[in-house]
Every structure is written in C-alpha cells, then in structure tokens.
C-alpha cells in the first residue's frame, strides 16, 4: 500500500497513483461539540500537513442527517471515514493523536 | 395462554388484574409461559437484560419479544443486531413462522445490522457513542417503536477500543433507552463469574433473566430463571423452556396457586363394577387417577377402558404411550374386547407414542402441553408415567407431573396414569412418589395362592367419594375387564380357582345337606308308616282276642246253660220233688 510519504510534498511512488492521488475523507459529527470541534481542526491540520493540496473533507452533521450513519455503519462520534483511497478505513476519536491517525489513513506503516 | 392471575403476594404486580393496588405497567412478551411466570410482562419502559451462554437461545427470546409484540400487541420494534446480519437473522425465525420482511414492509419492525469490524478501526482520541444513539434514535422514531432489542451489545467491547469510554456511554446509552420509554431487551454472553462477560447487570438493573442449557444423563434441557425483577413479583425457580418449531416456550414449573376449580360432576370409569366400588359413579372429572400395580396387572387395560368410556361419550380423549405404539395398543386392547380403532378414526381418540429417552422431561412436558392445547382432550392418559423415572432423576419427574397434573386441572381434564411397581412387599408406594398429588389411586395386586396368580384391585384412596375398602378379584375377559366378588368366608380371602373350588366345594356340601334331610324325611315318613303298621297290627291282635275272648265266653256260657239243662234233664228223671 501507499508508503512513506512523509514529506508535505508527498511524492508518490505506489502504481495506485490514480486513486491515491485524493483523500476523500468524511467527518461524522454529531453537533458542535468540543470532540467534534477538535476532530475537525486536528484534521485540517493533518491533511494540510500530509496531503495537501490532494483531499477532500466532507463534514457530515449526524443531527441534520441521522439517516446516513446506517450508511457508513457510525457508531462512535466522531469517526473519520476514509472512503478513498480503498480500502474504507475508519478512524474514531477526536484525532489528537497524529501518529495514529496517519496509521489509520495508511499514510504511515502499522507496526 | 392461561394467565396466572391468582397470585397471593402484596407487592405490585400483573398489569392485566390492576387492582387498587398500583402496578408496575408491563409489556408481554406473547411468549408462553414467561408472562406467567413474570406477572405480565417485562417491565415497560425499562431495560431488561437477558443472559446466556452461546446458544441458549438469547437472540430468539429477544426477537420473538420484538416480532410478538408487533404481531400481537401492535407495539413496533427495532431490533438492531450486532452479531448477525439482516439476512441471516430473517432466515434463521423465518422457520418459526416469522416474516421479518412482512413486518419491516408494515412499518412494525425495524431490523438494524451494526457492523463493526475491529481491523478497519483506528483509535485517535476520545470518542462517544452519539452516532449509535441517533442511529437508534432515527429507528424508533421512524416507527414509532415501543419496543427495542439489542442483540448483543458486548460486541461492542470486542469491536470498539476503550472499554471505559464504552462503559460509560452504555449506561449513559439505558439511561436514554429509559428515557425514551421504550421497553428494551439487551442480551449479554453469560462470563464466568458474573452474569455477563463485561458485567452489563450492573447498568441493566431493571430485570435480568438469565437463560441456561444443560446436559445431564445426555439429555440437554433449557433453563430459565428471573433473578431480578425490580418492583415486582416474580417466579424465582427455574423454569425449563423449549424452543420448538413454535418458538419458545416456558413452562411454569408451578403455578403459583392452588386456585383449580374442583368440578362435582362424575365420570365412568368405564367399568361398572368399578364405578359402583367409586361411590357408584367413577372419578370425578378434572381428578387425577393413578393406577398402580406390578407389570401385567391390568393398568393399561383400564386405561383403555377409561378412553373407550370418554369417546363412547362423545368426549375427546388423548393417549399418550410411552412403551407401545398406537397400533400395539389397539390390538392388544381388541383382544380383550375394546376396540379403540372406530375412535382412533373418528378422530376422538389421539394417540401419541413417544419412546421417553426421545427426550428430555421438559421438552416431553412441553409436547403434552402443545398437544392438549391443539386437542383439547378432556381426558389424558399416561400409560406408564414410570418410564420417565430413569436414573435418580425422581424429583424433576415429580416436578414434571406436578406441572402436568396442574395444568390438566386448571383445564378440567382427567388424567389418567398408570404406574408400574416393581413387585414387593411395598406396592403403595408409586415408583415415582407422586401420591400427595393424586386424587384417586387404584391399585391392582397380585394374588398368589394356591400355585396361581390372580389380579386383585382395590381403591387406595380416592378423595372426596365414598369408597368401597373391598378387594375385587380382577378379571380380564374377551368383553373387557370385570371385576368379581372376591371369597371371603373362613377360610380367608380366595380368587381365581381357589375361588371356584371353594364355591364347588361349598354347593357339594349344599347338596349334600339337602340330601340328607330328604332322606330324613324320607325316614321319618317310613317310621311313621311302620309306626302305622303296628298300629294296625296290634288292633287286628286285639280284635283277635277279643273275638276269640267273646267266642270262649259264648262257649263257656253254652256250656253253663248246657250244664243246667242236664242238671234239670237229671233232676226231672229223678223226679226230684223241688
């Protein structure tokens, strides 16, 4: 899978050049809440630091549109559902912990 | 089902009988057996948690509330599954009868598949479970539902990290099921020392039912036990329960009353002898009659004359054999001149020919149960009740017909159970001890004298009646069973052909007797006549003598005058001068 582009450049290496190129990510929320605050702003961060220039953020608002957690299977809030590059991963919490949400996005190697 | 209202207890309880008493509200199940044994239902508007080892039937009880409760109670449910998918879980009840498609397309159910997959989850923070609770949320309102199943919330633990951020939005998660208003079962695994692998009946504090399987002498039964019930009365033994093509079904090991009516009205026997030993009128109806005795007394045959009695009264009789097969029974019963077959055809008499080792005691209660509900028998035989006793297993045989002997009388059915003895000096005592439970006992003995052996029937006890104290001999003839006058004279108690001989050896010395005094007669007639005889004798000698006596006194007298004439011939030839 995609590996080590750790530089913000994040040159490309992996034959999934075509998919990989964008990170369609979606948000669940459930409100403003401070986890949800957080998990939106430690977001933005990463992609800007990791991806930029190569994602999309869809924030999903569960209290506007309960209907769409059966869809992507939410239970905890917030999830982050990255939808591509496939396979979905799903990465819960509020996102304070770079290092595993970088795991979680395979833009870092599981140990 | 035949609600259990009759219960004693001062503490709220049923729903159905509110009294003045406030009562906590409860939601039926529809399932058989639970509402009895819960007072109603399980707590509306409340959680309640319901655990179990694998396979102990946790998810069925938990749909059947739901699919139930929809078909039944009109209450909508959500039954949000974390363990099996929509599909696998609609074909799994669709055997029972249930149609989850048809109810989802009603808009009464609401099946939700909640997918977790622990390798696609990675753990960035804290987190909560909001999107569950909207998740949940948006099904019961879409609905309207009352009604909401969580099958089995502990996958939770294994599919989502941080066990204490999970333990506390579940209790923050029935905090809000309560809120809600909606009565919620939550199924948990059961752990190996506390009720649930992660403790759930800490925050599901309501009512926990915990349901069991176990294996004993290789035959498996189900369990069921409330062990809490906040607010309300319940059943606290445990119930065994079946699940059947049927779905489940519990078995109130005992109402809780003993509230039956007890009917006055009378029926035969069958055979009229012993009708007559039974106060002249048999058994009463709704009574449980136990006959007893060793093997080949009879039992069955009164059994069969008992059925052959209900159907000729156009009464429906059930027969349950657990040693001989329909077929056995009617030939056997032919030969003595009782022919169940015409019944059998008209469909008032059914059999039901069950080995006992085909099951366990529970599931062959449970059978009973189901077969006289569908037929609705006034009379019941079990023919033998004793085969049942294998291994020690007496107490759960007792319990079993304690069950049976209830639930019969509730429905004013007669039972009728034969039970074999084994032969010995103690014969009033039932293999299985079941004779506080039975209201007439009829006990058919052995009789050995005189190199025979010969059947001997007596009534044991029959409550309420006048009965006879008498011993019958019993007989089996082509036309049936009939029971004779036993010889009671002095020479003891005799039957059979001791019984016959006596009675020839009584007519000979009748006879004789008869004779004799003919012939005395006959004596008295001839000495009366000899007596005669000489009578006459005597006066013949008598008129003899006499005439001869007036002869002699003629002669003499001749003589005399004779005597004179020559004294005065003499004296005139003597001239005498005179």
Redesign the interface.
Known sequence: MTTKPTTPSAPETEPAQAESDTFILRL?V?GQTP?SM??FS?LKTICEDHLAGRYQIEVID??EN??L??GD???????LVRKLPE???????????TE??L??LDLRPRE | MAPLESETKPKPETKPIAKSRPQLPKSPTGIQGLDEITGGGLPQGRPTLICGSAGCGKTLLAMEFIVRGAMQYDEPGVFMAFEENEKDLTQNVASLGFDLNDLIARQMMVLDFVYIERSEIEETGEFDLEGLFIRLGLAIDAIGAKRVVLDTIESLFSGLPNPLILRAELRRLFRWLKDKGVTAIITGERGDETLTRQGLEEYVSDCVIVLDHRVSDQVCSRRLRVVKYRGSTHGTNEYPFLIDEDGFAVLPVTSLGLQHIASTDRIPTGVAQLDAMLGGAGYYRGSSVVVSGTAGTGKSSLAAHFAEAACRRGERALYFAFEESPHQIMRNMRSIGIDLEPWARQGLLRFCANRPSFAGLEMHLTTMHKMIHDFEPQVVILDPLTSFAIGGNETEVKSMLMRLVDMLKTQQITGFFTSLTAAGPVLEHTQVAISSLIDTWLLLRDIEIGGERNRGLYVLKSRGMAHSNQIREFLLTDHGVELREVYVGPGGVLTGSSRLAQEAQEQAVKLTREQEIERRQLELERKRKALEAQIAAMHAEFEAQAAETMKIIEQEQAREALLEQERLDMGRSRKADR
Not at chain 1, 73 to 79: C, E, K, M, R, Y
Not at chain 1, 87 to 97: F, T
Request: proline share 9%; aromatic share 2%; hydrophobic share 45%.
């Open positions: 669940y459930a986890k957080a998990a430690n569960l209290l309960p209907q957690a059966r299977q939410i239970l905890a809030i917030p999830t396979p979905v991963r799903k990465i819960i919490g509020d996102l304070s912990n595993r949400v795991v979680g």
